[in-house]
């Protein structure tokens, strides 16, 4: 244990590393706030904006001529009829971007007075293509824009084989790049604001689409550094049905009328004192305490739940149980149909369900229980005390 201690010592006292990696990663970016980093539409929008002389960047045709000069260059072999010099000659007079046109991601129309150019680009960032997509949008293409010279660009994270051999892939890695580019070389170009969001835009594809190099080069000399440490902090690393679990121990220890009987990270039971005096401990095969009735709260990465549930044991017993609570069944709402021959269940309250379990942190669920257990407590726990009060006290009878 003292190895382990001096281990996250030295972890916490010699790591200039994480405090490098802490401030790339404190700054704020819009893109994350508003959760738009894997959104492929407002990818594509940002990039049409950027390859379009007319919007209001400040670039000209700048980004778009570096764009398909780099395109065709890595290319050679795979565009026909275009060249980096028959690019480089391009004076950009007349261009259009479209979006979404014919469902095809970014459309650009470039029209010179010798040569009409469509270059065509789908963009995937974590999806994937389906359907003969790219096939699909090629024949739109070649039968609505038959007098151009078509450029069909597959852009994604990493390199993919598109489907369709007409469409040449192009990676996130590049365009990054070429956009580290212009910001070096055009920076006196952008105002301030135009600099800060596209600076800010590719920190976004860096750090989630394609890598940020010198963050993973930091991560990979920090564990090589501190592995014994690192490995010991994942081994205990948080987790929240575990978090919730404690919690709910906790608030059945803490309330006077509820009895703890035992947990897991996934189950945890308890009792009442009305249901210890009138119900006797004989079940089988379940609880250690032998409680032949008692509540069990469901503890699962999509639902929380607390549900009564009689228990194996001695059939007589457990039809008398079962019989008594049918007759109150705007309460006890599962005591239907036939008796089941191991667990029944007769009541569930429903505390958490997916969509509150999904990105929230626990404190924001501690919130949320303690109301739902509040309201448990107050109410129904309540009035099933008051109705099991009312049993007559059940007996073994002699075979």
Request: charged residues 30%.
């Amino acid at each position: 244990m003292k190895n382990e201690k001096e281990h996250l010592e030295n972890f916490i006292l010699n790591n200039q590393e994480l405090g490098q990696i802490e401030a790339m990663l404190s700054d704020f970016n819009p893109f994350e706030t508003l959760n738009l980093v894997n959104a492929e539409i407002r990818h594509s929008n940002v990039l049409a904006w950027l390859l379009d002389p007319e919007k209001n960047h400040g670039l000209g045709s700048y980004f778009l001529n570096l764009f398909l000069k780099h395109f065709v260059s890595e290319n050679k072999t795979s565009v026909e009829g275009l060249d980096i010099f028959s690019i480089e000659m391009l004076n950009y007079g007349n261009v259009e971007v479209r979006r979404e046109w014919k469902n095809i991601d970014i459309l650009i129309l470039i029209e010179e007075e010798d040569q009409k150019i469509a270059v065509v680009i789908e963009n995937k960032v974590k999806s994937t293509e389906h359907g003969q997509q790219l096939f699909r949008y090629r024949q739109e293409v070649e039968k609505e824009l038959g007098a151009f010279k078509k450029v069909y660009i597959y852009l994604t994270p990493e390199i993919s084989i598109p489907s369709d051999d007409c469409w040449v892939n192009f990676n996130y890695g590049t365009v990054s790049g070429l956009i580290d580019q212009t910001l070096r070389f055009r920076k006196d170009q952008l105002s301030k604001h135009i600099f800060t969001f596209i600076e800010q835009y590719n920190k976004i594809l860096k750090r989630y689409i394609v890598g940020n190099s010198e963050i993973e080069k930091i991560c990979k000399q920090i564990y090589k550094k501190h592995k014994t440490a690192l490995d010991l902090i994942f081994q205990y690393k948080p987790d929240i049905l575990a978090d919730i679990s404690s919690h709910m121990q906790k608030l059945i220890h803490e309330h006077p009328d509820t009895l703890f009987d035992s947990a897991g990270k996934t189950a945890i039971r308890f009792s009442t004192r009305a249901i210890d005096e009138k119900v006797p401990n004989i079940s089988e095969g379940w609880l250690r305490s032998k409680r032949l009735l008692a509540y069990e709260i469901y503890n699962y990465d999509n639902r929380l739940a607390v549900r009564l549930y009689i228990a194996p044991g001695d059939d007589n017993v457990r039809k008398a149980l079962f019989d008594f609570f049918t007759r109150k069944k705007s309460l006890f709402t599962l005591a239907k149909g036939s008796l089941h021959k191991k667990y029944h269940c007769v009541f569930q309250k429903e505390f958490l369900r997916r969509k509150d379990l999904k990105d929230r942190e626990f404190p924001e669920l501690v919130e949320i229980i303690d109301k739902k257990w509040k309201d448990f407590t107050s109410n129904h726990l309540q009035e099933i005390d008051a109705y099991i009060k009312q049993m007559k006290p059940i007996t073994l009878t002699e075979d």
